[in-house]
T-cell receptor, first 112, second 115 residues
Framework: KQEVTQIPAALSVPEGENLVLNCSFT??????LQWFRQDPGKGLTSLLL?????REQTSGRLNASLDKSSGRSTLYIAASQPGDSATYLC???????????FGKGTKLTVNP | GAGVSQTPSNKVTEKGKYVELRCDPI?????LYWYRQSLGQGPEFLIY????????DSGLPNDRFFAVRPEGSVSTLKIQRTERGDSAVYLC?????????????FGPGTRLLVL
C-alpha cells in the first residue's frame, strides 16, 4: 500500500527566505507526482505536476524535483512571501490507478 | 471558465440522518473524483467516475456511502445513517480525461458535521 509522508508538518520562516518542503513515498511505481496548495477553508490548487519520466518542473518561484527510484520529491520556494502561507500537499498517482494518494501536508507560515 | 463547484458548502446534520452532497465538474471533464479530508489529514480517495459509471469505488468506507453520476456530469455523494465519524470535508475533483498526465481540479469542498 502506497504511503506518502511529508516533512516537516509545519514550517515558519521570515519573508524572503528560500525554503524546501519534502515528500517521500514508499512505492516507486508511480505515474506522476503533484504538489497542491490548500488555503484555510478552501479546496486544493494544483501547483506542479511531474511525470514519472521527468526530474523536475518549474513555475515562477516554485521548483519541484522528483527522484522516483529513491521515492522522494522536494518543492523549492524561492524568495518566500506572506502570500505563500498555506498548507502544501504532495500526492502521487499510483501505477494502474486513477486515484491520488496524499500526504498530510506541510503547513507553511511566512512572516512579514 | 468556471471551476468545480460543490453544494452545500456546509452541512450540519444529526446522527442517523441521510445527506446528499453535490458536485458540478468543469464543463467537458469526463473524469470525476470524490475525496474525503479529515482534520489534519490529507484527502483520501473515495470513488472515481469515468462518464456515468463508477470505475473505481475502492475507497468507499462501507455500504452507507454511495455516489451517482447519471448523466456523466453532475455527481451526488449520498451518505445513509450518518455517524459522527463521517464528519469531514468532502472534496470533488474533475479532469479532462482519465489519462495519467492530466491534472485533477478540485472544488472548495463540503464541510459535513454530524452531531
Amino acid at each position: 500500500k502506497q504511503e506518502v509522508t511529508q516533512i516537516p508538518a509545519a514550517l515558519s520562516v521570515p519573508e524572503g527566505e528560500n525554503l524546501v518542503l519534502n515528500c517521500s513515498f514508499t512505492d516507486s511505481a508511480i505515474y506522476n507526482l503533484q504538489w497542491f496548495r490548500q488555503d484555510p477553508g478552501k479546496g486544493l490548487t494544483s501547483l506542479l505536476l511531474i511525470q514519472s519520466s521527468q526530474r523536475e518542473q518549474t513555475s515562477g518561484r516554485l521548483n519541484a524535483s522528483l527522484d522516483k527510484s529513491s521515492g522522494r520529491s522536494t518543492l523549492y520556494i524561492a524568495a518566500s512571501q506572506p502570500g505563500d502561507s498555506a498548507t502544501y500537499l504532495c500526492a502521487v498517482r499510483q501505477g494502474g490507478s486513477e486515484k491520488l494518494v496524499f500526504g498530510k501536508g506541510t503547513k507553511l507560515t511566512v512572516n512579514p | 471558465g468556471a471551476g468545480v463547484s460543490q453544494t452545500p458548502s456546509n452541512k450540519v446534520t444529526e446522527k442517523g440522518k441521510y445527506v446528499e452532497l453535490r458536485c458540478d465538474p468543469i464543463s467537458g471533464h469526463t473524469a470525476l473524483y470524490w475525496y474525503r479530508q479529515s482534520l489534519g489529514q490529507g484527502p483520501e480517495f473515495l470513488i472515481y467516475f469515468q462518464g456515468t459509471g463508477a470505475a473505481d469505488d475502492s475507497g468507499l468506507p462501507n455500504d452507507r456511502f454511495f455516489a451517482v453520476r447519471p448523466e456523466g456530469s453532475v455527481s451526488t455523494l449520498k451518505i445513509q445513517r450518518t455517524e459522527r465519524g463521517d464528519s469531514a470535508v468532502y472534496l470533488c475533483a474533475s479532469s479532462l480525461r482519465p489519462a495519467v498526465q492530466e491534472t485533477q481540479y478540485f472544488g472548495p469542498g463540503t464541510r459535513l458535521l454530524v452531531l
